[in-house]
């Protein structure tokens, strides 16, 4: 009887030139028009992949990110969508498939905040951040899922049969009065991805959160916007700067890439250390 062959390994293959990390796949970055998700479709695409940006509106955005994609001798091709809208991301998948052929890598990115006190909060706003938030990023990963299960493993691409990142948030630690509904959708990723982690590694499926502190995009502009509102926000980082999309790109092209292949079902805090409890730092 034939012994169990080890399965392929980033340590068994021939060592990956670190500006190309990612040549050869195809990667579906959504939200990917606007702050933290363009910035992580230019960088899988400066890394060598290439990148279908969806978006949901915003077309001449849409349009200069692929520009930029293309720029870096990538190619790219934006696609609009609803993430919260099955037929829409099973459209959006198909597409994925007839212009690239498969799909390696999903960046679940898009979201979206609708803040209210809690006895304001109405049904709606509720329903709305956890349709876009924590069901969009559900019906992206099962369709990625199904794929990267119908393809398997192609070693020369990558060790694994699929990556998929899902954007988290420190929020999926930090309780945030005022935000129910944005906290609850981040902590509901958080089991989300360590479930399909550990349901799918034995396929070669690798599933990690990426959780953001403070990052300078269109989301959160008045926390940062004024003088004041970026005093306030450097209480809580000790690390004093606010994060820019480009930190989270760079973690992004790694945990999509071979080099963290024996990172499975985790969550990684760029927060500049906000989740280290700031306040405990001279007193408690
Ligand atoms: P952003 O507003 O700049 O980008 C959000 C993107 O999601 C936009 O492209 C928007 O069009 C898209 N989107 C919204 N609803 C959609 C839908 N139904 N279908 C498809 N796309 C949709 O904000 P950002 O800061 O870049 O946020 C990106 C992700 O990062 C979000 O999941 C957010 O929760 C997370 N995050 C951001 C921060 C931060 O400080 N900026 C911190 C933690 C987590």
Same mark, same amino acid.
């Given at each position: 009887?034939?012994?169990?062959?080890?399965?392929?390994?980033?340590?068994?293959?021939?060592?990956?030139?670190?500006?190309?990390?990612?040549?050869?796949?195809?990667?579906?970055?959504?939200? /990917?028009?606007?702050?933290?998700?363009?910035?992580?479709?230019?960088?899988?695409?400066?890394?060598?992949?290439?990148?279908?940006?969806?978006?949901?509106?915003?077309?001449? #955005?849409?349009?200069?990110?692929?520009?930029?994609?293309?720029?870096?001798?990538?190619?790219?091709?934006?696609?609009?969508?609803?993430?919260?809208?099955?037929?829409?991301?099973?459209?959006?998948?198909?597409?994925?498939?007839? +212009?690239?052929?498969?799909?390696?890598?999903?960046?679940?990115?898009?979201?979206? +905040?609708?803040?209210?006190?809690?006895?304001?909060?109405?049904?709606?706003?509720?329903?709305?951040?956890?349709?876009?938030?924590?069901?969009?990023?559900?019906?992206? /990963?099962?369709?990625?899922?199904?794929?990267?299960?119908?393809?398997?493993?192609?070693?020369?691409?990558?060790?694994?049969?699929?990556?998929? &990142?899902?954007?988290?948030?420190?929020?999926?630690?930090?309780?945030?009065?005022?935000?129910?509904?944005?906290?609850?959708?981040?902590?509901? &990723?958080?089991?989300?991805?360590?479930?399909?982690? +550990?349901?799918? /590694?034995?396929?070669?499926?690798?599933?990690?959160?990426? #959780?953001?502190? #403070?990052?300078?995009?269109?989301?959160?502009?008045?926390?940062?916007?004024?003088?004041?509102?970026?005093?306030?926000?450097?209480?809580?980082?000790?690390?004093?700067?606010?994060?820019?999309?480009?930190?989270?790109?760079?973690?992004?092209?790694?945990?999509?890439?071979?080099?963290?292949?024996?990172?499975?079902?985790?969550?990684?805090?760029?927060?500049?250390?906000?989740?280290?409890?700031?306040?405990?730092?001279?007193?408690?």
């Amino acid at each position: 009887m034939t012994p169990p062959q080890p399965a392929p390994s980033a340590s068994s293959a021939p060592p990956l030139p670190v500006h190309r990390l990612l040549s050869g796949q195809k990667a579906l970055v959504t939200g /990917a028009n606007s702050g933290i998700g363009r910035g992580v479709a230019v960088g899988l695409a400066q890394a060598g992949a290439d990148v279908m940006v969806n978006y949901v509106a915003g077309d001449d #955005a849409a349009a200069s990110v692929v520009d930029e994609i293309r720029r870096s001798g990538a190619r790219g091709a934006a696609f609009k969508a609803d993430v919260s809208s099955e037929d829409e991301v099973e459209a959006m998948f198909h597409s994925m498939r007839e +212009q690239f052929g498969t799909i390696d890598i999903l960046v679940a990115n898009a979201g979206l +905040q609708r803040d209210a006190p809690f006895p304001d909060m109405t049904l709606e706003h509720w329903n709305k951040v956890l349709s876009v938030n924590l069901t969009g990023q559900f019906l992206c /990963a099962r369709e990625a899922v199904r794929e990267f299960l119908r393809r398997g493993v192609v070693p020369e691409v990558s060790c694994a049969a699929g990556k998929i &990142i899902c954007m988290s948030s420190v929020h999926q630690e930090i309780p945030w009065g005022g935000h129910a509904n944005y906290a609850s959708s981040k902590g509901g &990723i958080r089991m989300m991805m360590e479930s399909m982690a +550990q349901e799918l /590694a034995p396929r070669r499926i690798r599933v990690n959160s990426i #959780a953001p502190g #403070a990052i300078r995009t269109p989301i959160n502009t008045v926390a940062w916007q004024t003088p004041q509102a970026y005093a306030r926000l450097m209480t809580l980082v000790p690390y004093g700067r606010i994060g820019e999309p480009e930190d989270i790109a760079r973690a992004a092209v790694w945990l999509a890439s071979d080099h963290s292949d024996y990172v499975v079902g985790t969550t990684l805090f760029i927060d500049g250390g906000m989740t280290l409890y700031p306040g405990f730092a001279t007193g408690g």
